[in-house]
């Protein structure tokens, strides 16, 4: 795969989680139907780290939840490291 296909999903994937995160934020307050926090973990470790830490930030949202304040991080620093890991073997 194209790097440049590689940088078109991340950045795709980082948005829609973003969003995700703020729906999901804005459904929390208006006590609506909302999304699985597995769904939202699972957005994350697609290559939606990123967007989902900055949602987390922005929003204020599942900020106390352990699962995401430390998952989300660890996701993202994962990523991160296999990233590394990859461009380093080219």
């Known amino acids: ?3 440049k296909h590689i940088i078109i999903y ?3 994937i980082n948005v829609a989680t973003f969003i995700t ?3 999901d934020k804005y459904k929390a307050r208006r006590a609506m139907w909302r ?12 290559g939606g ?4 830490w ?3 930030k922005v929003w204020h949202h ?3 939840h352990l699962k995401f304040k430390y998952g989300v991080p660890f996701i993202l620093f ?5 990233a590394l890991y990859i461009f380093s073997c080219l």
Do not use: C, D, F, N
């Open 21 to 23: 995160y703020g729906i």
């Open 54 to 56: 900055l949602g987390m």
């Open 10 to 12: 991340l950045i795709v």
């Open 49 to 52: 780290s990123v967007g989902a």
């Open 78 to 82: 994962a990523q991160i490291a296999l």
């Open 1 to 3: 795969m194209p790097l």
């Open 35 to 46: 999304v699985r926090e597995a769904s939202l973990l699972i957005l994350a470790v697609l």
């Open 62 to 64: 599942k900020t106390q």
